[in-house]
């Protein structure tokens, strides 16, 4: 890694200089971040490459927008190293960036063409309004749904044809059909060679990513691909005429369990404590090992950790 912490001396390389493929366009290597006492990011490390798209997850709290912030350089580490494009952060670098915040970064006083017309004329060129966000395009943003607030935060943030993309939560409070179609854009970005780093809170958004990052109170807990990330991790899923009386003998004898449809299921948990709280609740039930979902390899590894 050819970085220095954002608060080092200045790279002699220029944004890009060295990034052929597959060197990361932004990395995190053992960062820290400390409030006071606290440690909100605790020796984590990342990068996303070139086309790749790496998914960020974690519970409200985890530490991911403050990791973000760190590589985008507006947080400096407390130890540790960040780098875009090879070198510290800085706003030379911030020029090959697209960024979505949470808050999404609009000027809700002015009007959705004015958004444009800033950010082009900040970036020194820009796009024109798709045709989804035109008939809006004088109204003042603070006006207009949160739908076509976050659709002009995505067009503005790829505008500038960043070689980097990072969305943090793009699709909270989106309906399901713009969430695809955002997706539909990002693959296209990554496709284009752009790199994204994503964070979300959906497991089918996350399930579209190549790579993806679990971070649990400041550290990183797993990654891999979703392969990966299962392993060879199991769910018993519970076949019974009583899904409901099956669901509640089992949540009262204190197992993990959950409701797919009406089928019940229990990640991490081997079938012998299932039958016998069928078995004292008078319940008659086949049990079936299965694969895990990502989702319930998360929250087991969440419970984890937390336990
Ligand atoms: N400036 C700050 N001062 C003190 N604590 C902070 C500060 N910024 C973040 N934190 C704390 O650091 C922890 C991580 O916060 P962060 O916003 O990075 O989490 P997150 O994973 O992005 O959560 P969410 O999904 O809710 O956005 C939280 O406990 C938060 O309260």
Redesign the pocket.
């Known amino acids: 890694m050819t970085s220095q912490t954002t608060s080092g001396s200045t790279s002699s390389q220029r944004p890009g200089a060295g990034a052929g493929p597959d060197l990361p366009l932004v990395e995190a290597l053992d960062a820290v971040k400390k409030?006071?006492d606290?440690t909100?990011?605790d020796h984590v490390s990342l990068d996303v490459k070139p086309g790749e798209i790496v998914g960020l997850l974690?519970?409200?709290?985890?530490?991911?927008?403050?990791?973000i912030k760190m590589l985008l350089g507006l947080s400096v580490p407390t130890s540790g190293a960040v780098a875009m494009f090879g070198q510290a952060p800085s706003r030379d670098t911030r020029r090959d960036l697209g960024y979505v915040p949470?808050g999404l970064g609009l000027w809700e006083d002015m009007t959705v063409k004015e958004n444009t017309d800033f950010a082009a004329a900040s970036f020194g060129k820009g796009k024109p309004l798709p045709a989804s966000l035109e008939p809006s395009a004088n109204r003042l943003v603070g006006e207009i749904g949160l739908g076509l607030q976050r659709q002009l935060a995505f067009h503005i943030a790829l505008s500038h044809e960043p070689r980097i993309l990072i969305l943090?939560?793009p699709t909270s409070g989106v309906d399901p059909l713009s969430r695809a179609r955002l997706w539909d854009a990002v693959h296209e970005q990554a496709e284009s060679g752009t790199g994204v780093l994503v964070?979300t809170?959906y497991m089918q958004e996350a399930q579209q990513c190549d790579r993806l990052v679990l971070?649990s109170a400041?550290k990183k807990v797993t990654a891999g691909t979703e392969a990966d990330i299962i392993g060879d991790t199991t769910a018993c899923e519970v076949d019974t005429t009583d899904w409901a009386a099956a669901f509640d003998a089992l949540d009262a004898a204190g197992l993990p369990v959950t409701l797919a449809g009406r089928t019940v299921r229990l990640a991490d948990t081997p079938p012998q404590p299932i039958h016998q709280a069928l078995d004292a609740a008078g319940i008659t039930a086949t049990i079936r090992q299965v694969p895990a979902t990502l989702e319930e390899k998360m929250t087991s590894i969440d419970r984890a950790i937390r336990h």
Do not use: P, R, S
């Open positions: 409030f006071g606290f909100a990011v974690g519970a409200n709290g985890a530490g991911k927008t403050t990791l949470q943090d939560e964070t809170h971070m400041g």
